[in-house]
């Protein structure tokens, strides 16, 4: 079970607004769910904003974790549970594509810029393309999105990893390039990723541009693992 302490009472660092940023005293990853594009849902760092929009001034603020403490609420008020007393301050948003499409434009640096370009990519995938809440988005937010997915496939990591791959892979697979996609899938061969490998495959034999979610046991890795 996940728990939280009192919250901490920031400030943005541009405007000076305070915000409440979550103290988790345990977590419980029951819930966690991997995704086609390697990102993740429920994990401990969708409970932690690293980054966000300051809702006062509407300013990017990075490292949302590292600003310093104004006051602590280490215990909620009995009476402000009982009377439903709302907090004098709000919590911050989690960062939403824009965000990181904005740090990943104002980024130098190739790595960083990868980084948060992969941030945007699944960001705008968890908003747009998960398999059965699929939706529309804006024309600037879909020129957005190619654009960071076009960076991403021409600056691969180097030595290549698995992980990297196989996002290249899926950004092909849903961009309806499948046999590209497929090829790009039948070069990972780590055994421990055999079974994104089978479902990124079977999504490309059907022709499916959504974000799926992965299963961690497939009928051919059990097989496998069996034998």
Known sequence: ???????DTIACPHCEQRFLRHVIMSFDSCWQVTYSD?????ALANFIITESRCTHCQTVIENIDDLTVI???SVSSFW??????PDE???LPQASFDVYFELFEGADVIDEKRNWGVHAYRQFNQSYLVFGNERLPSEND???YRKTSDFILAHPIAPPIAEYTLLCADIYRLRSEFS?????????VDENFSHIVEQGKHWCDTSNTSLMAIKNITNEHHRNEVN
């Open 89 to 91: 301050y709000l919590y």
């Open 71 to 73: 006051e602590n609420k």
């Open 1 to 7: 079970m996940t728990r939280f302490a009192g919250p």
């Open 142 to 144: 879909k020129q957005c």
């Open 38 to 42: 390697g990102g993740v849902t429920g």
């Open 180 to 188: 590209v996609s497929k090829k790009m899938y039948s070069t990972v």
């Open 80 to 85: 402000r549970k009982w009377f439903l007393v």
